[in-house]
């Protein structure tokens, strides 16, 4: 457990406001619905293109057929669901910038949750660790977006083991629908068996894996002498000469091929992924993944 979360509720508002401001600018906002394939669209009809409309959404094979410039039209179907499964395991409670990774993540989060209840969706949590220490259905009121704000900056939610399988066991058994699913970690930790419950939940989701790391979960600064690297799920330690360059080159090289590892796990279960760090803002990285998804719909 942490005795304080630091989360700067402004700095949180700021960033939801940048983000909206952005995604919208990058005409990104008013189709996100499209680019998942949970999205709860359907198609209803085509129509002539106007100066208006978003060239992206021309049908071209159609506007051959037509010869002249015609986009899809979409009927929404039902709201979408959206599930945030946040790790808040002892791993997460690590950071050498201005925020440890739960912290980065509980403002990522609370930005992307907010966008999503604004775009007419349910959002609901699910905080884990080696099991669920707070789940909130779906929901789409302001209210509701207050409620999973105050779960993330509540301190006794966080610390513990670590096991994804059984938050993913979870949400599959608790929802009946088709669903968006985030997962959202730093991956370290993962237990045996975790690569078969994440291929079983791409099934039942339309998943999305947030991988939030520290530039230390990388690699090691230079010349700062002898640190002592801990196990954050046991009291195993390691000290370890930052003096050393074949020492810093062998912990990046091991980090760099977990991490290949993890990524080649959740694309062949066809899960798409994100990565961030917490030296850096997510704004820019989450309106670029939205825009590859974009891409790869059309």
Known sequence: MV?????????????????MRLLTEARVMSRYRKVFKGKGLEFE???????????????????????????????EERDMSVYFLVDVSSSMLFGSTDKLKHEYAAELVA???????????????????????????????????????????????YGGQYNLSNALNFVMNTTAERSLAFIVSDFIGLEKGWDSAIKQASGKFDGVAVMVRDPRDQRLPPDVGQVVIA??????????????????????????????KIKDTLKNARWDML????????????????????????
């Open 3 to 19: 005795a304080e979360l630091r989360v700067n509720v402004a700095s949180v508002a700021k960033e939801m406001d940048m983000a």
């Open 111 to 157: 930005a992307f949750s907010h966008f999503i209840i604004q775009s007419g969706d349910r959002a609901g949590l699910v905080m884990f660790t080696d099991k669920v220490v707070k789940y909130l259905g779906p929901g789409k009121s302001e209210n509701h977006f207050y409620i999973m704000l105050r779960q993330l900056l509540t301190p006794e939610f």
């Open 45 to 75: 009809d085509f129509r002539d293109y106007t100066t208006d409309d978003d060239a992206s959404e021309i049908d071209w094979r159609a506007s051959k057929r037509a010869n002249k410039l015609i986009i899809r039209r979409f009927k």
């Open 231 to 260: 196990d954050p799920f046991s009291d195993r330690e390691m000290l370890i000469d930052c003096n050393d360059k074949e020492g810093r080159m062998e912990y990046e090289s091991y980090s760099k091929k977990e991490e290949e």
């Open 275 to 298: 990565e961030v760090t917490t030296d850096k803002s997510f704004v820019i990285p989450l309106i670029e993944f939205l825009k590859r998804r974009e891409i790869a719909f059309r």
